[in-house]
């Protein structure tokens, strides 16, 4: 079965810094981050593919990093100068690939709580 498995979620102070880590059971393509505040729709926080191609949310832009290793199917969100802002559940997502048949489906990491206090 296929899994992601998210990791780095903590409370840190306002200009702190934080690593989160997704690592996929499976054949990756495009990978992201969403956050989803309190009262607030899911968003999406940044995307990548698997040429390493990258696309931020303006709210992000210049703050945070996101990266891969395609080795390992892992995604990365390098985030810094964080702003109470930010404070959310954030969630991995990933296309994975089934070799047997090549279709793409989409998964969903169990998410992660990040806390930025002021």
């Known amino acids: 079965q296929v899994q992601l498995v998210e990791s780095g979620g903590g409370l840190v102070q306002a200009g702190g810094s934080l690593t989160l880590s997704c690592a996929a059971s499976?054949?990756?393509?495009?990978m992201g981050w969403y956050r989803q505040a309190p009262g607030k729709q899911r968003e999406l926080v940044a995307s990548?593919?698997?040429?390493?191609?990258?696309n931020y949310a303006d709210s992000v832009k210049g703050r945070f990093a996101i990266s891969r290793d395609n080795a390992k199917d892992t995604v990365y969100l390098q985030m810094n100068s964080l702003k109470p802002e930010d404070t959310a559940v954030y969630y991995c997502?990933?296309?994975?690939?089934?070799?047997?048949?090549?279709?793409?489906?989409?998964?969903w990491g169990q998410g992660t709580q990040v806390t930025v206090s002021s």
């Open positions: 997502n990933a296309d994975i690939r089934n070799p047997l048949d090549r279709k793409i489906s989409n998964y």
């Open positions: 499976g054949s990756t393509v495009n």
């Open positions: 990548i593919t698997r040429g390493a191609n990258t």
